[in-house]
């Protein structure tokens, strides 16, 4: 079938990629996992143009995958099966600030962070805020449910999330929620969409509620002799009245490594493991108040001095740190695979101990960091320059090891990076049959056809 002809009335030629250097972005993701180079890959501007799309190519039965900014880690955007890519990067404008109703209505491909200066900048706060930001689109947040350190205080994308256009795989054009801050209307099918990771259609427009900004932020980073006290002192700060809006946990080997690659802009103070705690609110002398209380608190955890990072300089070079830890791992591995499993946070030490137990096993480095305060740490499997075979040999084994033993804990296979093409052989491990069944029963229902972004989330029948 010629494909550019088939969308040549909808798009012009310039917005048709079919060139094999150009397509090469669209075949992968940030997993960087390779399965085929899409057939071609469609830059549309309007919801118009996307349902016009999707309705063409399920008449003509032709496979289609959704995509933002390709910074999923699940492989979500990546085609598996000859397909055409359907990317919103061009559509991003922010349509409205509404200052009344505290909201802002958005196109899927705007930047989350370029989304959070704009509502900044009219003195509100859109808080979801992945580590991922400046790359991500707000589309691609909703279709993974992200989330971001500041879960922790504020939740995450999902909580943010009032109104949804969407394009169902035949073209249909579909709205729910709106500008209201609740609603019992029908089925809540606004929160299916939310983490249904382009499965079920695209989403056109976001209309998503905003808070007032807080006034001040302080930062902490707190050094602790064990990661089981640093753990301890997660739960301690959470059991507490200190209400920090971040609690991110860093083992000193990441930390290391964000010191390596950034050439040595990581304040690395002694002990095994790190906690980084933001604190906010509009009263300067509460969130000092609240910080002394933190400092008492983990004071019967640690002897290490706490380093409290109060103006904009110093806060930047600690979160540099933080979120420079994803290409730290990456700088260091000769290969990498990463889990984003998630527990009750009182079963978070049991995680760690049973991870550090896999390693030893099977001698290969396994280093921990992420959202703690929510109990959702990110686990880096790592292939160093000097392995000897170890990691390709038991690979396998660990990722299952640690899969199982978050399930075992109560948790789940992912807290936000979601299950895309990585996690769906061990969604059995989490759903019955009959669970996996009605699920893949809402797919049906969607995409009968099953024409849209297939292999994903669910192993195959
Ligand atoms: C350095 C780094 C740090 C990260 N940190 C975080 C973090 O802290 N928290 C977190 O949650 N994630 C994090 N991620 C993962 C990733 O950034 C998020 O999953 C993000 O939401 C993906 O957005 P995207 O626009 O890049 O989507 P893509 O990768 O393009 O797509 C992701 C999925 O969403 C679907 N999709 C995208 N747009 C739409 C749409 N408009 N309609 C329907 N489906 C759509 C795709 O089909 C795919 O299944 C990180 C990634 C990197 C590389």
């Not at 299916?192 to 905003?210: A, F, M, Q």
């Not at 608190?297 to 930047?316: D, F, G, M, W, Y």
């Not at 995409?447 to 972004?453: A, I």
Request: some cysteine.
């Amino acid at each position: 079938m010629d494909l550019i002809k088939l969308f040549s009335d909808i798009l012009p030629a310039v917005r048709i990629i079919s060139k094999d250097d150009l397509l090469e972005k669209y075949s992968t993701d940030e997993s960087l996992i390779h399965f085929s180079q899409p057939l071609i890959a469609l830059l549309p501007k309007s919801t118009e143009e996307i349902s016009k799309i999707l309705k063409t190519a399920y008449d003509n039965d032709v496979t289609i995958v959704p995509r933002g900014l390709g910074t999923g880690l699940s492989g979500g955007a990546i085609p598996v099966k000859p397909s055409v890519i359907v990317s919103t990067e061009l559509m991003n404008n922010i349509i409205e600030i509404d200052r009344e109703n505290m909201m802002v209505v958005t196109e899927p491909g705007v930047i989350t962070g370029e989304l959070q200066r704009a509502v900044e900048s009219a003195g509100l706060f859109y808080p979801p805020d992945p580590a991922s930001l400046d790359s991500c689109s707000i589309g691609g947040n909703v279709a993974e449910s992200s989330g971001g350190p500041s879960a922790v205080k504020y939740g995450t994308t999902r909580d943010y999330v009032r109104g949804i256009e969407f394009v169902t795989p035949n073209g249909t054009v579909m709205n729910f929620g709106g500008k209201v801050r609740k609603d019992a209307t029908g089925y809540n099918i606004k929160d299916l969409l939310i983490g249904s990771e382009g499965t079920l259609g695209i989403i056109t427009k976001l209309t998503l509620s905003l808070i007032p900004l807080p006034k001040f932020k302080y930062d902490m980073l707190i050094a602790f002799d064990s990661i089981d006290a640093a753990v301890k002192g997660v739960i301690e700060i959470l059991k507490s009245s200190i209400k920090p809006s971040t609690i991110e946990f860093m083992e000193k080997r990441a930390i290391e490594a964000a010191k390596e690659f950034l050439g040595n802009e990581m304040p690395v103070q002694r002990g095994e493991a790190h906690l980084l705690i933001r604190l906010d609110g509009d009263n300067v002398d509460e969130i000092e108040e609240r910080m002394l209380s933190a400092s008492e608190l983990v004071k019967r955890l640690t002897l290490h001095e706490i380093l409290v990072a109060e103006n904009a300089a110093q806060q930047e070079k600690l979160w540099k740190g933080r979120r420079s830890l994803h290409d730290a791992m990456m700088e260091m591995s000769v290969k990498r695979e990463r889990e984003d499993v998630v527990v009750p946070i009182s079963r978070l030490p049991e995680l760690i101990m049973e991870v550090h137990k896999l390693e030893e096993k099977f001698n290969v480095p396994i280093i921990s960091f992420g959202h703690a305060g929510d109990g959702n740490v990110h686990i880096n499997i790592i292939k160093t320059k000097g392995d000897t075979g170890e990691f390709d040999r038991y690979i396998n084994e660990i990722n299952t090891g640690i899969l199982e033993t978050a399930v075992k804990l109560g948790g789940k296979l992912s807290g936000e990076h979601g299950i895309g093409l990585f996690k769906k052989e061990f969604m059995h491990l989490v759903f019955t049959k009959e669970e996996m069944r009605l699920q893949r029963e809402i797919k049906r229902v969607f995409d009968p056809k099953n024409l849209f972004n297939p292999e994903k989330m669910f192993p195959n029948e």
